[in-house]
């Protein structure tokens, strides 16, 4: 069964470090997203992705994150200096389509430590 | 602001009984309703999707979704205790891309 594959699964940093985490959508996916959720804490959208640009992100998006499509499989969230707040687990997620009837399947996660 | 609310338990529940999960939304304008698993520690699994009033149902599990109260709600038939994970409503609202999610409802099925 086709599945969102990410990486590092862990990812341990120091404070305004970059990280770039990876992230491989399922194939024939149009849509990607980016979601965090801090630990005890709910999923948060941050960002979604589609035709090479970036269709609606969240305020927690802000100028130390960008995603990128480098090539026709991975697609990638930079954080540019961490912050300790930045701990949290990202998830990666597609869906066939992003708006109306659609399904998003997430990745297993890649945990950022930042210390 | 758009809110998804659930009651984060924890749910205790016999093994072999019904498990129900209710969640309620801020936003009439919403499309798509979304019931996702998640263990603890790892990643949401998607279980079961709805989009128009009324119930779907897919093996144990079903659906149920009422527009004009703003709820919808998982229910989970001969609980077994795999079935213990945390469950996530989630909500597509209209114009939006993302997923709004709740806390989550802590589910414990007791052998």
């Known amino acids: 069964e086709p599945e969102v594959t990410q990486t590092p699964s862990h990812q341990v940093t120091q404070m305004g470090q970059e990280v770039i985490l990876r992230c491989v959508p399922i194939?024939?996916?149009?849509?990607f997203y980016w979601y965090r959720q801090i630990l005890g804490q709910k999923v948060e959208f941050l960002v979604s992705f589609y035709n090479n640009e970036i269709s609606e992100k969240s305020e927690i998006f802000d100028d130390q994150f960008s995603v990128e499509r480098p090539d026709g499989s991975n697609f990638t969230l930079k954080i540019r200096s961490t912050k300790l707040e930045d701990s949290a687990m990202y998830f990666c997620?597609?869906?066939?389509?992003?708006?109306?009837?659609?399904?998003?399947?997430f990745g297993q996660g890649t945990r950022l430590t930042v210390v | 602001q758009k809110e998804v609310e659930q009651n984060s338990g924890p749910l205790s529940v016999p093994e072999g009984a019904i498990a129900s999960l209710n969640c309620t939304y801020s936003d009439r304008v919403s499309q798509s309703f979304f019931w996702y698993r998640q263990y603890s520690g790892k990643s949401p699994e998607l279980i079961m999707s709805i989009y128009s009033n009324g119930d779907k149902e897919d093996g144990r599990f079903t659906a149920q979704l009422n527009k004009a109260s703003q709820y919808v709600s998982l229910l989970i038939r001969d609980s077994q205790p795999s079935d213990s994970a945390t469950y996530l409503c989630a909500v597509k609202y209209g114009g939006a891309d993302g997923l709004t999610f709740g806390k989550g409802t802590h589910l414990i099925i007791q052998p």
């Open positions: 997620a597609s869906s066939l389509m992003g708006q109306g009837n659609t399904e998003a399947f």
């Open positions: 194939s024939n996916h149009l849509y």
